[in-house]
């Protein structure tokens, strides 16, 4: 039986929330209403609106478990985030970060573009030792300032031990940043005890939000080391004192706002929050895990198919890459796709992202229609 809340097309099979995900009805609901009253009223009630962007704060705060809503800033997206601790950060030439091999665009380009400062940046190999997590400390020494992470890997699924890598590089003084877009509204994250300083992700994936509208949380103490790139008028400490001479930056993570919210993106993805957040996210992680289980369970027990990435790792995640022994990549995924299964082309295989609420009905169909292929 369908979740109340995600009426899809009955032609379709949703596997692909590791790259877009669905909106709640909702969402939906929420964002016509918004709609609406923009076209009747306009800006009267902007002081609801106010609110409503309170309340995200306080949403995401709880999913992640930030010490306070004023650790979180509503930022356009992940890599912006990521941008800004690259060029906030003060460089020394011969310093070094260290990451992986693995990682979307987003937390490689920003670090890559430090090069003309002097600054290296390092990929571990994450199958290169016995453990991803010691993969990447063997690549650590004096001169590393900052460990940048994506907490789940979005090709493989390989999820990370946050909390033996932020033990690591707290003990060693290193800034540990966590690119978490694979995790946030799939599997529940604390950002207090994996120690990070800096975390970020869009909500347009797991969150089931919308693009354009993203969330960047970090510690007081690391956010002061961030030397500012954007301005206006939104990050000043006195925000609505339009005549503000001299003026100040925001104490809090809104200094990384410069202009105007998102108000349309903040109705939206409050809305999908308050799913995920009346569901529990240790609720949704439990039926997740149960989901890509059944699936690599399957994959792994079908002589015709290859799962990829980690099977018998402790730390799962919604991710579930496999291929075709005999059968092409692109045949397969055009396979599904023509049939109504909607999933990726990413990695060295094809990847399906089911979420709580994906039936067990649309996973026996989808591995019905991989029996096809001969």
């Known amino acids: 039986m369908k979740h109340p809340e995600f009426p899809l097309a009955d032609e379709l099979i949703y596997l692909n929330h ?23 009223y306009g800006a009267f009630n902007y002081p609801s609106w106010l609110n409503k962007e309170t309340e995200l704060r306080r949403q995401l705060q709880s999913l992640i478990n930030a010490p306070s809503p004023d650790d979180v800033a509503l930022v356009k997206n992940t890599s912006e985030a990521l941008s800004f601790v690259a060029y906030g950060l003060t460089w020394r030439s011969g310093d070094n970060i260290v990451s992986s ?108 939000g919308p693009e354009g509208l993203g969330v960047f949380y970090s510690t007081p103490e690391a956010r002061a080391r961030l030397k500012l ?6 990050m000043m400490k006195d925000t609505h004192n339009y005549e503000n001479k001299p003026w ?6 809104r200094r990384f706002e410069c202009g105007s919210p998102n108000m349309l993106g903040i109705h939206a993805l409050s809305a999908s929050l308050s799913l995920l957040l009346e569901t529990g996210m240790a609720a949704v992680e439990s039926l997740l895990l149960e989901k890509t289980g059944y699936l690599m369970e399957s994959i792994l027990n079908d002589a015709q198919f290859i799962l990829l990435g980690p099977a018998n790792t402790q730390l799962k995640s919604g991710i579930v890459v496999f291929q075709h022994r005999t059968i092409g990549n692109s045949e397969v995924f055009r396979h599904l796709q023509q049939r109504g299964v909607v999933c990726a082309l990413r990695g060295a295989g094809i990847r399906l992202s089911p979420h709580f609420y994906t039936t067990r009905n649309d996973l026996e169909t989808t591995l019905a229609l991989l029996a096809e292929l001969k």
């Open 248 to 253: 100040e930056i925001h104490p809090t993570a």
């Open 18 to 40: 590791a790259a877009v995900g669905v909106w709640p009805k909702r969402t939906c609901a929420a964002v016509k209403l918004f709609a609406e009253e923009n076209m009747q």
């Open 101 to 208: 091999n693995e990682e979307f665009p987003s937390n490689r380009l920003p670090w890559e573009t430090l090069a003309d400062q002097g600054v290296e940046f390092r990929q571990a190999d994450l199958s290169a030792a016995g453990s991803p997590e010691e993969a990447l400390f063997a690549l650590v020494d004096r001169r590393t300032r900052l460990l940048t992470i994506s907490s789940i890997q979005f090709a493989s699924g390989l999820r990370l031990d946050l909390n033996k890598i932020g033990a690591f590089c707290r003990h060693r003084g290193i800034l540990f940043c966590v690119d978490a877009i694979q995790s946030l509204g799939a599997v529940q994250f604390d950002v207090q005890a994996c120690q990070a300083d800096f975390v970020m992700a869009d909500g347009h994936k797991w969150m089931l």
């Open 229 to 234: 790139s954007q301005f206006g008028w939104h």
